[in-house]
């Protein structure tokens, strides 16, 4: 039994392309287009962040009664993580009680003047300035402000 030859077309000029071809090369081009397209706009979206407005509210903490010096206070911010203001030679400063090292909660020393997380052996100074330790950067801090013998600290509305 012999094979059955299928005739194939023959194009003299070769620039003939079959249906087929064309259809497959039409997908192929439009599937390029919308996968780099694709591409693109998330690579823009990832280089150039959408700015998002971040409210801030002042919310009241305490009264300067409450709080003599060395006195330290704990809070809860607007995105609920842990807080502490700290009246240090009657300046007052608040700042985040998470560590930026790996988010263990520090503790304010007030005899050492000096805030320490116990996870790493992290130390920080009454300003939050990271001292010693992994810790790569100082605390998160807050804006305090004083109306009335309010002392008011502003955090982000959630």
């Not at 919310?59 to 206070?73: Q, W």
């Not at 263990?104 to 009454?126: I, L």
């Amino acid at each position: 039994m012999q094979a059955k030859d299928i005739p194939m077309e023959e194009n003299s000029s070769g620039n003939e392309v079959s249906r087929r071809d064309f259809l497959s090369n039409a997908a192929m081009t439009v599937g390029l287009v919308i996968s780099l397209g694709t591409a693109a706009i998330y690579g823009l979206k990832y280089l150039v962040p959408a700015k998002k407005k971040v409210k801030y509210v002042d919310v009241l903490v305490g009264n300067l009664s409450e709080l003599p010096d060395g006195a330290s206070l704990e809070f809860v911010d607007g995105l609920g993580k842990k807080a502490i203001l700290i009246n240090n030679k009657g300046k007052l400063s608040a700042f985040s009680k998470i560590c930026t090292h790996l988010g263990c909660e520090v503790e304010w020393q007030a005899e050492k003047k000096q805030f320490f997380c116990p996870c790493h052996k992290g130390y920080f100074d009454a300003s939050g300035k990271n001292i010693a330790g992994p810790p790569p950067r100082p605390l998160d801090k807050y804006k305090v402000t004083v109306k009335d013998d309010n002392i008011y600290v502003s955090v982000r509305e959630v």
